[in-house]
């Protein structure tokens, strides 16, 4: 996708009204302005309400949506295996791609210097502002409705990927998978770079998994190996799960 000035930015009514017809409620159009509003913006214009409040509390929302999904799909997993799976489907890498599926990239609103260094195709942007829009979704309709309405919509972009959640990778072990596939792609090994940050009594952990001198996925935990496994997950979906998607 090739970048955008502020000049050629996608009107948000277009986007409000592709969500109405997945969701089959209206959205509230200045939330969802805020919801796409990045932090650089904000910051050129007197501090505008930007969208990393909308974005935590999507988060959640997503993350209740696609937990429940498996739950209920899955009833004879364990809840490790429940959150290796939720790990393939829940990633930056995942929601990066949906948003570009839609074109979300072209309704953010960025800052100059964001717009000119590729912002709105960074997958953390783009995964942040999906997040976001979820978020904006969940609000604008009087609670118990929202979560229908968020749900909706998470099963629009994701459902095709947590449909296949259950043939994804060998016994769930996420680091044999990545290697059976990449030798299959003749890829050669791989590769995983660890570090570590804050206290030894709280440590979180930040993996990349490497392959064919490439880094195809990030994972963050608590210990390493959970990092790891993350990383695996994310680098397995780039290399085999992730197909076009037409959420139309």
Known sequence: MSDRTSSQQRPVEELSQYLTEVTGEPVDEPLLTRALTHRSYSYEHGGLPHNERLEFLGD??????????????????????????????VNMRALADVA?????????LLGRG??????????????????????????STP???GLDAAGLLVHSLLGPLMKRSATLGAGLDWKTSLQEVAAGQGLGGVLYRTRDEGPDHDKTFTAEAVVGDEVRGHGTGRTK?????QAAADAYATLVVHEPMNPA
């Open 60 to 89: 959640s929302v997503l993350g209740l949506v696609v937990t429940d999904h498996l739950h209920e799909s899955h009833p004879d997993l364990s809840e490790g295996e429940l959150a290796k799976l939720r790990a393939a489907v």
């Open 100 to 108: 570009r599926a839609i074109d979300l990239g072209d309704y953010i």
């Open 114 to 139: 964001e717009t000119t260094t590729g912002g709105r195709d960074k997958n953390s942007i783009l995964a942040d502002t999906v997040e976001a829009v979820i978020g904006a979704v969940y609000l």
């Open 225 to 229: 190996k959970v990092a790891e496994q």
């Open 143 to 145: 609670k118990p409705g």
